[in-house]
């Protein structure tokens, strides 16, 4: 079992819907990161959080340290978040699988 | 935010060649860097920590005298893919923070390939 679980693997949606992205770890962790990759392999870091709950744009993430859990919600979701969104704990990045996510025009 | 500059983004080598790709933080020192390793459609690996002025500390199962690691300065490390193996073709990428435990910047990555 992996120590850092993304659900779902794939995710299709139409424009404008909420997506959420979820991530479950079972280490104890000093931080958890949501990165986003794009087809070419660029990554970008869009949160780090390890607390309580971090809004930038369209984008949310929370997580609950209790239940070992953190989200990631898009609202009004737009054909170009389409990307691989990948939760991260730590420093030294333990990565979970990553969210496929394709949003249609 | 910060910038993590990786070179190249893309480089074919033949086998038995050895192939330095470059990391470089742009407007931040960095006394740590980490590389990483994609497999096609798996997730991200830790290979190693780059330490400035020490050596690079490897993750299990890394063979450290195939994958060369130098930090050299606080804005500089690389890596280099010894006596290159198809094997070795992968995506390969870094990262940096400007501070232990504050957010981490990923260079473009490096997709090699080994024919």
């Known amino acids: 079992k992996n120590e850092v679980e993304q659900s779902p693997q794939n995710l299709t949606a139409q424009e404008g819907e909420f997506i959420t992205i979820n991530c479950s770890y079972s280490?104890?962790?000093?931080?958890l990161h949501w990165l986003q990759q794009h087809p070419g392999g660029g990554i970008v870091s869009l949160f780090m959080?390890?607390?309580g709950k971090k809004k930038h744009g369209r984008l949310i993430a929370t997580i609950n340290i209790q239940e070992k859990h953190s989200s990631l919600h898009i609202t009004a979701s737009h054909p170009r978040d389409s990307a691989v969104y990948i939760c991260?704990?730590?420093?030294?990045?333990?990565f979970g699988t990553g969210t496929r996510l394709t949003i249609i025009p | 935010g910060a910038v993590v500059s990786q070179h190249p983004s893309r480089v074919i080598c033949k086998s038995g060649t050895s192939v330095k790709i470059e990391c470089r933080s742009l407007?931040?020192?960095?006394?740590?860097m980490f590389w990483y390793r994609q497999f096609p459609k798996k997730s991200l690996m830790l290979m190693a920590t780059?330490?400035?002025?020490?050596?690079?500390?490897?993750e299990q199962g890394v063979e450290k005298d195939k994958f060369l690691i130098n930090h050299a300065s606080l804005t500089l490390s690389t890596l280099t893919v010894t006596s290159a193996h198809p094997e070795d073709s992968s995506f390969y990428i870094c990262?940096?923070?400007?501070?232990?435990?504050?957010?981490?910047?990923f260079g473009q990555g490096t997709r090699l390939t080994v024919v």
């Open positions: 991260a704990v730590n420093e030294k990045l333990t």
């Open positions: 959080l390890s607390s």
């Open positions: 780059s330490n400035e002025g020490s050596k690079a500390t490897y």
């Open positions: 990262s940096a923070s400007p501070r232990p435990g504050t957010e981490a910047f």
């Open positions: 280490v104890g962790i000093s931080a």
């Open positions: 407007d931040f020192q960095a006394t740590t």
